[in-house]
């Protein structure tokens, strides 16, 4: 199914606390291109990570639920201040995504939640 990123962006930016979000297409054998998403959170924890992809699989259809999450300190961006999704894709490609497993067992283990 076609994705639009901006929609996932509009998604995650109504989120408290995202800072900027950049939703881009990723290469994936089974699939052909599955969505990633870098992110920029003004608290990087797993407790703000867990509520966060909560909130994304409440506000998104199953198909636009992103596959792959970086947390960046910055989306880098072209000289008229604008993202490029594919620069923003390849950053992404050269870091390790956050363990969305771990990540999720680690706020359900947490007698905060």
Known sequence: ????????????ERFGGTIDVCTFGYDDALQGQD?????????VDDATLGRLHEWTRRHLAT????????????????????????TVAATCASLEP???RRLLRSVRASPDQ
């Not at 199914?1 to 995650?12: E, L, R, S, W």
């Not at 969505?35 to 608290?43: C, N, P, T």
């Open 1 to 12: 199914m076609k994705i639009h990123p901006g929609d996932v962006d509009a998604v995650v």
């Open 98 to 100: 956050v363990d969305v």
């Open 63 to 86: 198909h636009q639920l992103p596959q792959r999450w970086y947390v960046l300190r910055e989306i880098p961006r072209n000289a008229r201040g604008k993202v490029n999704r594919v």
């Open 35 to 43: 969505v990633g998403i870098a992110v920029v959170l003004d608290s």
